[in-house]
């Protein structure tokens, strides 16, 4: 079974910083894109930063110099570096991972269940 999990968020002040962590488990042969998501309370789920296996880094333009996302393959893991948070960045942060399973001739996408992360003014 392929499992990804969250980690990292919390409460901040506008200003402050935090860093997610996505951790994928399981039988994996092959991971190809992975992103963060983030969802805010009536609104509709959208993307903040995405990556294939050694491709440059895809953002939000709302998040765009104050976010890093990095990815360690050798883990099977990402990051999300946030910094000067806003009130705006408050959202359930979700992790995705396009994954061929061991023995499958087709990838599948799989989401973590969220993270919440909550940006005080």
């Known amino acids: 079974q392929v499992h990804l999990e969250e980690s990292g968020g919390g409460l901040v002040q506008a200003g402050g910083s935090l860093r997610l962590s996505c951790a994928v488990s399981g039988a994996t042969f092959s991971i190809n894109a992975m992103g963060w998501y983030r969802q805010a309370p009536g609104k509709q789920r959208e993307l903040v930063a995405v990556s294939n296996s050694g491709g440059s880094p895809k953002y939000a333009e709302s998040v765009k110099g104050r976010f890093t996302f990095s990815r360690d393959n050798a883990k099977n893991t990402v990051y999300l570096q946030m910094n000067s948070l806003k009130p705006e960045d408050t959202a359930v942060y979700y992790c995705?991972?396009?994954?061929?399973?061991?023995?499958?001739?087709?990838?599948?996408?799989?989401w973590g269940q969220g993270t919440q992360v909550t940006v005080s003014s």
């Open positions: 995705n991972a396009d994954v061929l399973p061991m023995g499958s001739r087709f990838y599948y996408d799989y």
